[in-house]
C-alpha cells in the first residue's frame, strides 16, 4: 500500500512575521530528551526571535556557522540554536520566498565544548531529506 | 509528555519567551538606531560586559524597569501587554465599533457625528447627546 503523503502542514514548527521553522517529524520527541528548561528555551528562541525578528542575533544563542558540510554534489552550512546544555541543528533557507530555518537535529545534553561532526553531518542529511518533501522549500 | 514535566516546561517557556522576546527587541531597537553595546552601555551609565551580559543566554540583570530604561535610550518606548488583555481591548473595540456603525445607519443623527461633519468642535456634554444616547439605549433594550 502506498504511503500517504504529508503536507506541508505536517512539517511546520512554528511561523512568525519574518521567517518559518520547519522540522524532521520526531523532532519534539527527540526534544523531550532534554531538560524542560532547555527544551522552552530553544521554543521560545525559534518561536519568539527566529520566526518573529528574522534572526537570532547573539552568538551566545545562535551558532551561525556549524561548518559546511558535503551532501552530494553540495555543500550545506549548518547553523545551531543554542539554550543551556540543548542544542538544536539546522539549515537556513527559504519558503516560497521567505526565509526558513529547516529543523534536522537535536543534541539534548551537549558534553563537548565541539559540536559532533557526525552528528552535523547527519544535520545536513537529514536537512536535504526534509527540504525535498516540502513543496516550495529550498535551501 | 507527562503531566509534570508539560506543567515544568510551560512555566520554563513563559519565562523564556518573555526574556527572549525583550532581547530581541533590545537587540532590533540597537540596530535601527545604529548603536553598538559599547555605546549602549555607555548611555545606560554601564560596563559593556554589564551590556553583553543582558544580551547573552542567562540574561542577567534584565528586569523590567531595566528594559523600559534602554528601551528609552535607544529612542523607542516599552509597550507591555498580555494576550487576556489584548483579547479583552479587541472586543471593546468591536462593541465600540459597532455601536458607532449603527449610530450612523439610525435615522437619528448624533450630535457629536454632525458637529464633526460640520467641522465644529463637538460638545460631548450636550444635552442633545445624552437626549441622543438615552434614546439609543432605549433602542437597544427594546432590539
Redesign the interface.
Known amino acids: 500500500m502506498a504511503k500517504a503523503e504529508r503536507s506541508r502542514k505536517d512539517y511546520l514548527y512554528a511561523s512568525g512575521s519574518e521567517a518559518l521553522a520547519f522540522a524532521y517529524l520526531e523532532f519534539e520527541a527527540d526534544l523531550e530528551a532534554a531538560s524542560a528548561k532547555d527544551a522552552a528555551k530553544i521554543d521560545a528562541l525559534l518561536k519568539q526571535e527566529y520566526c518573529e525578528f528574522g534572526r537570532v542575533r547573539n552568538s551566545e544563542k545562535w551558532n551561525a556557522d556549524e561548518h559546511r558540510h558535503k551532501v552530494g554534489h553540495a555543500e550545506y552550512r549548518v547553523q545551531a540554536a543554542k539554550a543551556y546544555q540543548c542544542r538544536v541543528y539546522g539549515v537556513e533557507g527559504s519558503y516560497n520566498g521567505s526565509r526558513a530555518f529547516f529543523i534536522s537535529a537535536v543534541e539534548p545534553k551537549k558534553k563537548k565544548d565541539k559540536a559532533d561532526r557526525k552528528l552535523l553531518k547527519t544535520a545536513a542529511e537529514r536537512a536535504v531529506e526534509l527540504v525535498a518533501k516540502i513543496k516550495g522549500a529550498k535551501i | 509528555?507527562t503531566d509534570k514535566?508539560k506543567a515544568?516546561?510551560e512555566i520554563?517557556?513563559a519565562?523564556?519567551?518573555a526574556?527572549?522576546?525583550s532581547?530581541?527587541l533590545i537587540?532590533?531597537a540597537m540596530?535601527r538606531a545604529g548603536v553598538t553595546q559599547k555605546e549602549l552601555a555607555k548611555r545606560l551609565g554601564i560596563s559593556e560586559s554589564a551590556v553583553s551580559q543582558l544580551?547573552?543566554?542567562?540574561a542577567q540583570n534584565l528586569s523590567v524597569r531595566r528594559l523600559g530604561k534602554i528601551l528609552h535610550v535607544l529612542e523607542d518606548e516599552l509597550s507591555i501587554s498580555s494576550k487576556e488583555r489584548d483579547r479583552w481591548a479587541s472586543e471593546r473595540k468591536a462593541r465600540a465599533n459597532d455601536w458607532t456603525s449603527v449610530l450612523r445607519c439610525t435615522d437619528y443623527q448624533h450630535p457629536v457625528y454632525a458637529a464633526v461633519a460640520n467641522d465644529c468642535v463637538p460638545d460631548t456634554s450636550s444635552y442633545q447627546v445624552t437626549q441622543f444616547e438615552h434614546r439609543y439605549h432605549e433602542m437597544e433594550d427594546v432590539a
Open positions: 509528555m514535566r515544568e516546561y520554563a517557556y519565562e523564556e519567551a526574556v527572549t522576546k532581547q530581541a537587540e532590533w540596530e544580551l547573552g543566554l542567562s
